[in-house]
């Protein structure tokens, strides 16, 4: 049996997904559990730390993600863009010395706008790294905040974040139009109407016709959710400006990445999608084994 | 003294104006509270309006807006466009007969989407009744919903209805974006750099940009609740399509309705701010005494 070299942990706000990995960068075990930021007292993330080992063996570990925040164990910088996975493997945050490191996250400036990101450069660099992508290629990461990343010659150039995960949650749950977002977001007729409205670039106005549209009998209540969904999902990938054939790589499970996939292919590009996990030990490997 | 000929009542969802009204459409007294359909229980309608016949004098009392509305105190309906205001006389909705009525609001259809009003399109043909706006023009009524109509011949010809007040109210209180929008909202240099964003036409891209710029120190933290704002404003006129040189009439209080005057102006056309107050009385009494 391969033996086990380092723990990889994908450490987010909410979820936290730790890895068992061997020197050459196999993955020998996963365990995924809802010990995100949120749930660890500010402090305590040394415990947490010590309660992975025991379960896992005692082992050097490498953070990613928003514990690397102000509000997590320690704020391990960005870098700023282009980011090489060499830069991120260089300047590792140790708040264990020798034994627990944080991988920094990465940040673009362009003119007055900012970006900034936190575990997803593992997976985009990864998933280069890994041939799961082109050296050259826009890489998409749906969720509650979507990256789009231009990489260029395996570096991460630049790339651009938007809140439509956030801002369907936000409708779903406090708004107006609350009452009319509990059905199924599945890929459909209703889906494609919502990217087709999308089309419009008015979305600010197409959000209140959702409700308006239902109460005068004009859609299907059980649909609004997904034609909702449509709408913001083909605004976002709008937003993109993406050029007829231009090739997309979707790295998401299959629910969310078939959606952004659907609604990519609307706007006239190619979309694939690739597999996120796979993506991130493939990039966390690299960084331990360029930081050894 | 001028008799009083009866009462108009502006009863939305939270707040409610009532006005004292003289036969010739003078308005003699008025009183605004927070008796909106949310503090009044399912059934006590008519107990809130006897109080105000207590205070009004017993006379006959004209309703419009939410109160007409299937949460307020009888549904009165939706006239389809186009809507003259002989339209809305009528067509009351009389809750206590021959005593108290519910003036209908308007819908418009727009191939699958729809969009509803309650209560505006009294302000709108009032305002072209009273001459405070053309009879061929383009209204705007920012609020938690915003109305852009466009009146021909003096009739309510077509209108959309944006969701921009409401999403800003959501990004403040519930959103990752919450602690960065406690700054004040005025006309100025962030407000117009929020406009200038709104023109790259991203908005999903730049509502994250306002957290990311000031995480990496690009923008004063005191600034990005303007700057958001002008972000979303900046949006919603954009959406219009407005043409160079158009003229439209603004019809809010000076707060919103000076930041719309703003967003409207940098986006090429002629803005005027009118008095909404003013419209709605003229449209009541317009209604009250076609209805006669």
């Given at each position: 049996m391969t033996e086990a070299a380092f723990i990889a942990v994908d450490w987010g706000t909410t979820n936290r997904r730790a890895y068992m990995m061997s020197?050459?960068?196999?993955?020998l075990k996963t365990e995924r559990d809802d010990r995100g930021l949120t749930a660890v007292e500010p402090g305590r993330f040394g415990e947490e730390a010590a309660a992975i080992r025991q379960r896992f063996g005692d082992l050097p570990i490498l953070c990613a993600g928003m514990?690397?925040?102000?509000?997590?164990?320690?704020?391990a910088g960005y870098r700023p863009c282009p980011v090489t996975i060499d830069d991120l493997a260089r300047q590792l945050c140790w708040?264990?010395?020798?034994?627990t490191a944080i991988v920094s996250g990465a940040s673009h400036v362009d003119g007055q706008r900012g970006d900034v990101m936190r575990g997803e450069e593992v997976q985009l660099l990864g998933a280069v790294a890994a041939g799961?992508?082109?050296?050259d290629s826009l890489l998409c990461q749906p969720g509650t905040h979507c990256k789009w990343a231009y990489m260029a010659g395996g570096r991460l150039e630049r790339f651009r974040t938007t809140v439509t995960g956030e801002l369907f949650a936000l409708l779903r749950r406090h708004s107006l139009l609350a009452d009319y977002l509990g059905g199924d977001v599945r890929p459909g007729a209703a889906f494609d109407a919502g990217l087709a409205a999308a089309d419009e670039g008015a979305l600010l106005g197409n959000l209140f016709g959702e409700r308006a549209s239902a109460l005068l009998d004009l859609r299907d209540k059980a649909d609004i959710a997904a034609h909702a969904s449509g709408l913001l999902i083909g605004t976002d990938v709008r937003e993109q400006r993406l050029t007829p054939g231009q090739n997309v790589q979707v790295l998401a499970d299959p629910g969310l990445g078939d959606l952004y996939c659907a609604a990519i292919r609307y706007f006239g590009a190619n979309a694939e999608r690739i597999d996120s996990h796979a993506a991130f030990a493939a990039g966390i490997a690299r960084i331990w084994s360029l930081a050894r």
């Open positions: 020197g050459e960068g196999t993955v514990v690397g925040s102000v509000r997590g164990w320690a704020d708040v264990e010395p020798g034994r799961l992508a082109p050296a």
